[in-house]
């Protein structure tokens, strides 16, 4: 005999709720979030967009398309901030278009991406000559340069691996990554090196090459995370770099930004 039970509802509320768009073929940032997030009562919901096997500005643009749908997948409750996860993606779609879609289909109040926190992290760092690594082929990699400079930071040399195929991007490895920061540091006056790209392995580096080279150095995910930590007030458990360890300077709400 089946019966119909009885049961009580909880009034299940979070303290923070953050969102996070990951691209479908990202095998990083994900790894990074639990380890940089404490468990705690913030609620971080992940949701994927399509996007291609290799990085082209063809196939970064064409994010631009899926990304309501994928922001229209996170729980239909408020968000404190979401999180778009290609640093490429957002030079090439331009961030306040990435902060539109978005919107349009979610209820954030906060959006950023790692363009965004990358120029927020500059600023809040007072970083004036940066150095970019990244792994992307000259037409992703210049057009991220120039929407990095900002008046108070100039990106003044870059170092790129040339790798357009996402699998090979998430296995380059820590080692030649470290040896590209190094280069840069030692062939230019630089006060920070950027290590561009949510795929790369790099939250490891981050605080062994700050004591190394004497320079502040910043990542996708490290800054992502930061700037979703800040906007939203969510708590880090382990924040690496100098980074976490500053005060955020005054900053207007990233899905504002006019980065394209």
Not at 65 to 79: G, H, K, N, R, T
Not at 219 to 231: D, E, G, P, R, T
């Amino acid at each position: 005999m089946r019966q119909t039970y009885p049961y009580l509802l909880d009034d299940r509320t979070h303290a923070l709720r953050m969102g996070l768009i990951v691209l479908q073929s990202d095998e990083t940032i994900e790894r990074d979030f639990h380890q940089i997030f404490a468990p705690s009562d913030t609620a971080i919901y992940v949701t994927r967009v399509p996007s291609g096997a290799k990085v082209t500005p063809d196939t970064l643009q064409r994010m631009a398309i899926d990304l309501p749908e994928a922001a229209a997948l996170f729980p239909p409750v408020p968000l404190d901030v979401v999180g778009y996860a290609c640093t490429s993606g957002a030079s090439q779609i331009g961030s306040s278009s990435v902060a539109d879609c978005i919107k349009a289909s979610s209820k954030a109040k906060h959006v950023t991406d790692p363009l965004s926190a990358a120029r927020a992290a500059f600023e809040t760092l007072r970083l004036k000559k940066v150095g970019l690594v990244s792994p992307y082929i000259a037409s992703v990699a210049a057009p991220l340069e120039a929407a990095l400079s900002t008046q108070q930071t100039k990106i003044v040399a870059s170092l790129s691996f040339g790798e357009a195929d996402e699998a090979k991007v998430a296995r380059i490895s820590r080692a030649s990554l470290a040896d590209a920061a190094r280069a840069l540091a030692q062939a230019h006056d630089l006060d920070g090196v950027f290590l561009s790209c949510t795929n790369l392995r790099t939250l490891a580096l981050i605080e062994p090459l700050e004591q190394e080279l004497g320079l502040a150095i910043l990542s996708s995910n490290q800054v992502i995370a930061w700037h979703m930590s800040k906007l939203s007030g969510t708590p880090v458990t382990q924040g690496s770099g100098r980074l976490f360890q500053q005060p955020m300077a005054p900053q207007e709400d990233a899905s504002a930004s006019r980065a394209t």
